[in-house]
């Protein structure tokens, strides 16, 4: 499945409702399927902290590597691969924390 991330969020994601509604009704169907998930940020100049956050740290809490294993992120300009490293590595290390 691949999700074009401008069109669902503009070229600045930064509504957390649409990343929220990205994440229950596409991101964890498709992992629950056992799907690929690509996440294609073409177009896109940014995202914020807080957008990134709702679409995939609760991916990360239920599948684990998993997540990294079937998600994709493509076309991300230097400052959304940024945000999403950060997110990613804060929301690994919280699970570290808890094993």
């Not at 799907?35 to 679409?55: N, P």
């Not at 991916?59 to 959304?80: A, H, L, M, Q, W």
């Amino acid at each position: 499945m691949k999700i074009a991330m401008m069109q669902e969020a503009g070229q600045f994601g930064e509504n957390k409702d649409i990343a929220r509604r990205l994440r229950i009704k596409e991101i964890m169907p498709a992992l629950l399927d056992g799907d690929e998930v690509i996440l294609d940020f073409g177009g896109m100049t940014g995202a914020t902290q807080s957008f990134i956050h709702a679409l995939i740290v609760a991916p990360i809490r239920e599948f684990g590597d998993v997540f990294f294993d079937k998600v994709r992120f493509k076309n991300c300009s230097p400052t959304v691969m940024q945000v999403v490293k950060i997110v990613s590595e804060y929301t690994q290390e919280s699970l570290d924390e808890i094993d």
